[in-house]
Antibody
């Protein structure tokens, strides 16, 4: 059974940093693109970033480029989102989502339960 | 402002057929597959349709997808109360990003 479990969400002050983790099981982790998608309270889904199976390619939304870094450790079946220079606009539930395939990056049926990041003083 | 345009709301009565549209451009929908997600309140999104018109196992055939040019549609037939949810379209954009629609809130009257 495919499972994705995010962790690391917290209350952080504006300008601060935070690292989220997404631990996967039930599939060959290193084969698939993996995404971060966030949802601000009462708002729609916003794609944040995607990383290729071997970690060699990463792509980011314009809203986070230069502040967020996505990485993965395939030996631990874990993906990370390092966030810095956080602002109130980054407050959201952050989901990790498995890509459809090794070629198609868009999220498929498997999403984590989400972890809440709140940026506030 | 989302790259993909969806109507913010849609509604129908039980048993009706509802269609939700998703409009994009040549750099996204026009050249890539479209996928649809259903999000019930307080839960993670669920994949409903992938690669324009394919249903994952377990998704009822009341849900169908189509694509033409730079637009796509999700049709829900035989509307049921449990279909009340938010629906999102998504695709790859050739600017090297995943793009989502702004979401459509479906109300079953």
């Amino acid at each position: 059974e495919v499972q994705l479990l995010e962790s690391g969400g917290a209350l952080v002050q504006p300008g601060g940093s935070l690292r989220l983790s997404c631990t996967a099981s039930g599939f060959t982790f290193s084969t698939y693109f993996m995404n971060w998608v966030r949802q601000a309270p009462g708002k729609g889904l916003e794609w944040v970033s995607v990383i290729s199976g071997n970690g060699g390619r990463t792509y980011y939304a314009a809203s986070v480029r230069g502040r967020f870094t996505t990485s993965r450790d395939n030996s631990k079946n874990t993906m990370y989102l390092q966030m810095s220079s956080l602002g109130a606009e980054d407050t959201a539930v952050y989901y990790c989502a498995k890509g459809i395939s090794s070629i198609v990056a868009v999220p498929d049926a498997y999403w984590g339960q989400g972890t809440l990041v709140t940026v506030s003083s | 402002q989302s790259v993909l345009t969806q109507p913010p709301s849609a509604s129908g009565t039980p048993g009706q057929r509802v269609i939700i549209s998703c409009s994009g451009s040549t750099s996204n929908i026009g050249s890539n597959f479209v996928h649809w997600y259903q999000q019930l309140p307080g839960t993670a999104p669920k994949l409903l349709i992938y690669r324009n018109d394919l249903r994952p196992s377990g998704v009822p055939d009341r849900f169908s997808g189509s694509k033409s040019g730079t637009s796509a549609s999700l049709a829900i037939s035989g509307l049921r109360s449990e279909d009340e949810a938010d629906y999102y379209c998504a695709t790859w954009d050739d600017s090297l990003s995943v793009v989502f629609g702004g979401g459509t809130k479906l109300t079953v009257l």
